[in-house]
């Protein structure tokens, strides 16, 4: 199971790029991602290693003349990557027409290329995240002067100079809590000028225009005094725009990306839509960045799956080859159980923003999307740290040397629990939509209405009757104290999603590439297996 192409070997994304695209977009997709497969597994594969192990980005703070240039320095690998990805449309078409179809494209198939590029490089996925999220904020929200000047860069895809994009909200005091942001913002002419500092910018030093919040003079205390601003990091005359990077931080992963501390000191900045929205179209943003993430982190079970199940076709020990062992393949059906149901669970969110974005999307699809959002960006960021551990133990010691990919994908895997919002911060997302919106009735209410159509069976029996549990604890939830609520929403919100996934378990139990693995995921998920039950995992391996 040597994979030298990311793609051509992945039967669910087939299976839903197939039911999710039109023809004719679908044909361009299979040309495309096959070659961008076959990049990301070799090329790109390489020039990650370099970077993580000798190439990470470096401050050059000062020039020859002892001036501050804030430069950032990284590898010629690196750069071929930026020039590679950025050419296919990953972020491009979403914003203009695809030449060869002659309309654009649209988020499954971005978030297609971000699955694939995620298996070798989620650190450099981070900027395409960040740059995806600046391109869609200033498409919908910029004045048509500023979207002019700075999207057709934005959106480059070898037609024009690429700006990368950045998005900068964490500041020293506040962290997690934006409203005590302190950059300010004060007016001059046209324009504005920030003063401050964003304490972890990701991107900095690559990106041609970032998103920042400030805070205008005389605007109110708090989230709503938020104001949102497109700074670009050079003038026109190629100068710094009144920008610094104290430094670099020095991370356990993800080094593609550089994160710095950045100082604005009379940077020139340009109003992005209703200046008391600003946080509102940030978060908006950081919905879009949280799907990202959710495909980083598949792309990272996907690889470190691949990677397990090739060391143990290989490897021999007491005689056999590893795979050959009941338990090796009890392990490996339990990971591509959860992996396979859980990348259809992830792109039918996909769909769903698809048409949240596009305007189609009914009150109630809004609102089940953000709830999805949150559930899936949690599950699959600890899901990728644990399909990270559990391919560095099928290596054994060799899982733990830096000469395998395994050590890489554990630090890289880290970080997605903590990007765009840790457990916590998603669980309080849970609390919010229940207590506003009643969400967990529109929740139920579509999993019911889907597991009717079912038809009857044991695994549709056990889904249901935990369905069922879960709908009373959601009643119990919805009418106990703010306390309680955040007490038991991180635990209600990692049984939604599994409740979730069993209902797509179930629903695609019929595809031939699925067949056994929805039994192994609903077994698994919930503790079903007894001592003595029969080998279901070993069952699907020998097939397979």
Same mark, same amino acid.
């Given at each position: 199971?040597?994979?030298? !192409?990311?793609?051509?070997?992945?039967?669910?994304?087939?299976?839903?790029?197939?039911?999710?695209?039109?023809?004719?977009? /679908?044909?361009?997709?299979?040309?495309?991602?096959?070659?961008?497969? %076959?990049?990301?597994? !070799?090329?790109?594969? /390489?020039?990650?290693?370099?970077?993580?192990?000798?190439? %990470?980005?470096?401050?050059?703070?000062?020039?020859?003349?002892?001036?501050?240039?804030?430069?950032?320095?990284?590898?010629?690998?690196?750069?071929?990557?930026?020039?590679?990805?950025?050419?296919?449309?990953? &972020?491009?078409?979403?914003?203009?027409?695809?030449?060869?179809?002659?309309?654009?494209?649209?988020?499954?198939?971005?978030?297609?290329?971000?699955?694939?590029?995620?298996?070798?490089?989620?650190?450099?996925?981070?900027?395409?995240?960040?740059?995806?999220?600046?391109?869609?904020?200033?498409?919908?929200?910029?004045?048509?002067?500023?979207?002019?000047?700075?999207?057709?860069?934005?959106?480059?895809?070898?037609?024009?100079?690429?700006?990368?994009?950045?998005?900068?909200?964490?500041?020293?005091?506040?962290?997690?809590?934006?409203?005590?942001?302190?950059?300010?913002?004060?007016?001059?002419?046209?324009?504005?000028?920030?003063?401050?500092?964003?304490?972890?910018?990701?991107?900095?030093?690559?990106?041609?225009?970032?998103?920042?919040?400030?805070?205008?003079?005389?605007?109110?205390?708090?989230?709503?005094?938020?104001?949102?601003?497109?700074?670009?990091?050079? !003038?026109?005359?190629?100068?710094? !725009?009144?920008?610094?990077?104290?430094?670099?931080?020095?991370?356990?992963?993800?080094?593609?990306?550089?994160?710095?501390?950045?100082?604005?000191?009379?940077?020139?900045?340009? &109003?992005?839509?209703?200046?008391?929205?600003?946080?509102?179209?940030?978060?908006?943003?950081?919905?879009?960045?949280?799907?990202?993430?959710? &495909?980083?982190?598949?792309?990272?079970?996907?690889?470190?799956?691949?990677?397990?199940?090739?060391?143990?076709?290989?490897?021999?020990?007491?005689?056999?080859?590893?795979?050959?062992?009941?338990?090796?393949?009890?392990?490996?059906?339990?990971?591509?159980?959860?992996?396979?149901?859980?990348?259809?669970?992830?792109?039918?969110?996909?769909?769903?923003?698809?048409? &949240?974005? @596009?305007?189609?999307?009914?009150? %109630?699809?809004?609102?089940?999307?953000?709830?999805?959002?949150?559930?899936?960006?949690?599950?699959?960021?600890?899901?990728?740290?644990?399909?990270?551990?559990?391919?560095?133990?099928?290596?054994?010691?060799?899982?733990?040397?830096?000469?395998?990919?395994?050590?890489?994908?554990?630090?890289?895997?880290?970080?997605?629990?903590?990007?765009?919002?840790?457990?916590?911060?998603?669980?309080?997302?849970?609390?919010?939509?229940?207590?506003?919106?009643?969400?967990?009735?529109?929740?139920?209410?579509?999993?019911?209405?889907?597991?009717?159509?079912?038809?009857?069976?044991?695994?549709?029996?056990?889904?249901?009757?935990?369905?069922?549990?879960?709908? %009373?604890?959601?009643?119990?939830?919805?009418?106990?104290?703010?306390?309680?609520?955040?007490?038991?929403?991180?635990?209600?919100?990692?049984?939604?999603?599994?409740?979730?996934?069993?209902?797509?378990?179930?629903?695609?139990?019929?595809?031939?590439?699925?067949?056994?693995? @929805?039994?192994?995921?609903?077994?698994?998920?919930?503790?079903?297996?007894?001592?003595?039950?029969?080998?279901?995992?070993?069952?699907?391996?020998?097939?397979?």
């Amino acid at each position: 199971m040597e994979h030298n !192409n990311f793609y051509i070997y992945d039967e669910t994304l087939h299976d839903i790029l197939k039911t999710k695209l039109d023809a004719d977009f /679908q044909s361009f997709a299979e040309i495309e991602l096959t070659k961008f497969g %076959e990049l990301v597994a !070799n090329e790109i594969d /390489q020039r990650a290693l370099h970077t993580d192990r000798e190439g %990470e980005p470096k401050l050059i703070k000062y020039d020859r003349f002892g001036d501050d240039q804030s430069f950032v320095w990284v590898n010629e690998g690196y750069k071929q990557t930026v020039k590679e990805t950025y050419e296919t449309g990953i &972020v491009g078409y979403l914003h203009k027409d695809i030449p060869e179809l002659g309309h654009k494209g649209n988020y499954v198939y971005s978030f297609a290329q971000g699955y694939l590029l995620s298996q070798a490089e989620p650190g450099f996925y981070c900027p395409v995240t960040l740059t995806m999220a600046t391109s869609f904020l200033l498409d919908h929200y910029a004045t048509s002067e500023v979207r002019e000047r700075f999207l057709p860069h934005v959106a480059a895809t070898g037609d024009v100079e690429l700006y990368e994009g950045a998005t900068f909200l964490t500041e020293r005091q506040g962290g997690s809590d934006v409203g005590a942001n302190v950059v300010k913002a004060v007016e001059d002419g046209e324009h504005f000028r920030l003063y401050g500092e964003k304490y972890f910018a990701s991107n900095a030093g690559m990106a041609g225009v970032a998103m920042v919040l400030a805070r205008k003079e005389n605007a109110p205390s708090g989230s709503k005094g938020l104001t949102l601003f497109a700074v670009p990091w050079r !003038n026109e005359d190629n100068t710094l !725009n009144g920008i610094k990077i104290r430094r670099l931080k020095d991370k356990l992963g993800v080094r593609a990306v550089p994160s710095g501390e950045v100082e604005f000191d009379g940077a020139v900045g340009y &109003v992005v839509g209703d200046p008391t929205n600003g946080l509102k179209y940030m978060l908006e943003a950081l919905n879009l960045s949280r799907i990202c993430n959710t &495909v980083a982190s598949l792309g990272i079970m996907r690889r470190a799956y691949n990677e397990a199940f090739s060391y143990a076709e290989k490897r021999t020990a007491f005689g056999s080859k590893l795979n050959e062992f009941p338990m090796v393949q009890d392990s490996l059906g339990r990971l591509r159980a959860k992996l396979e149901i859980e990348l259809y669970a992830t792109f039918e969110l996909i769909v769903l923003y698809d048409r &949240v974005v @596009s305007g189609a999307a009914s009150e %109630e699809e809004i609102l089940l999307n953000r709830l999805l959002i949150a559930l899936l960006k949690k599950e699959t960021a600890e899901q990728a740290i644990h399909f990270a551990h559990e391919a560095i133990e099928m290596h054994g010691g060799n899982g733990y040397i830096e000469d395998f990919v395994t050590p890489r994908l554990l630090r890289d895997a880290q970080v997605l629990t903590v990007w765009e919002g840790t457990a916590n911060i998603l669980a309080l997302e849970l609390v919010r939509l229940v207590n506003k919106f009643d969400i967990h009735k529109l929740f139920i209410d579509n999993l019911e209405s889907r597991l009717t159509k079912c038809g009857d069976s044991s695994l549709v029996e056990i889904v249901a009757s935990k369905l069922a549990e879960l709908k %009373e604890e959601l009643h119990v939830f919805a009418n106990i104290d703010d306390a309680l609520q955040t007490f038991e929403a991180k635990r209600l919100a990692q049984k939604m999603v599994r409740v979730f996934e069993s209902v797509i378990a179930v629903e695609i139990e019929s595809k031939p590439h699925i067949g056994l693995l @929805s039994t192994i995921f609903i077994e698994d998920t919930w503790s079903l297996r007894k001592v003595g039950d029969a080998m279901v995992t070993c069952e699907w391996f020998q097939k397979k």
